[in-house]
């Protein structure tokens, strides 16, 4: 079984640039969630998508993110325009939802350098 | 106070020993807890689920759950090098809006030694 995909793997942008994240989901998984790690911090989750609709997106920026996940299979993360502080790791999770299972998997995560 | 909060490290063990990795959660409805293993520049890896109290074992590793208490350990047996990692603790919401949420600990930074 194929794992969470993410590209592209490094991006490095200056501060009011904007940038995109891509996501795939493991096959079959119907929520999709992005985090955002900063360095020595646990990851910090930004959007939740129970397969297309947003089910939790109280700790992302609005004014400057924004996400989507049209066809409820991959995902877009957005950032316009960026700021220094976005600098983190953004990861992407799946899980299968409902039944007995409530495990999150991560894809390999895009480290986004702000200058 | 935080939501998750894990021991401070860094913990540096030498090989062969019991590494103990504690954590401690405040929301009392938290149904499901995880512990995930991370090594230097790649993304968490889940290593542990547990939902009930009680102990779980897989292999070298044990997770304990005390709801009343509202912790969750992660005992490593045997530590090995390459168990050098950071471990984070994260916390799954019951329900309502956040369903499926994990919150997650700042992370422990295990480091061990042959």
């Known amino acids: 079984e194929a794992g969470v995909a993410q590209s592209p793997r490094y991006k490095i942008i200056e501060k009011r640039q904007s940038v995109a994240f891509w996501c795939n989901p493991i096959?079959?998984?119907?929520?999709l969630y992005w985090y955002q790690q900063i360095l020595g911090q646990g990851p910090k989750l930004l959007i939740q998508?129970?397969?297309?609709?947003?089910?939790?997106d109280s700790q992302l920026p609005k004014d400057r993110f924004s996400a989507e996940r049209l066809k409820g299979v991959d995902s877009t993360l957005k950032i316009q325009p960026a700021k220094l502080e976005d600098s983190a790791v953004y990861l992407c999770?799946?899980?299968?939802?409902?039944?007995?299972?409530?495990?999150?998997?991560f894809g390999p995560g895009t480290r986004l350098t702000v200058t | 106070q935080k939501e998750v909060e894990q021991n401070s490290g860094p913990l540096s063990v030498p090989e062969g020993a019991i590494a103990s990795l504690n954590c401690t959660y405040s929301?009392?409805?938290?149904?499901?807890f995880f512990w995930y293993r991370q090594y230097s520049g790649k993304s968490p890896e889940l290593i542990m689920s547990?939902?009930?109290?009680g102990d779980k074992e897989d292999g070298r590793f044990t997770a304990q759950l005390n709801k009343a208490s509202q912790y969750v350990s992660l005992l490593i047996r045997d530590s090995q090098p390459s168990d050098s990692a950071t471990y984070l603790c994260?916390?799954?919401?019951?329900?309502?809006?956040?369903?499926?949420?994990?919150?997650f600990g700042q992370g422990t930074i295990l480091t061990v030694h042959p």
């Open positions: 547990i939902y009930s109290n």
């Open positions: 929301d009392r409805v938290s149904q499901s």
């Open positions: 994260a916390v799954q919401s019951a329900g309502g809006t956040s369903y499926g949420k994990l919150t």
């Open positions: 999770a799946s899980n299968r939802a409902g039944g007995s299972s409530y495990e999150q998997y």
């Open positions: 096959s079959g998984h119907a929520t």
């Open positions: 998508f129970q397969n297309n609709g947003v089910v939790d």
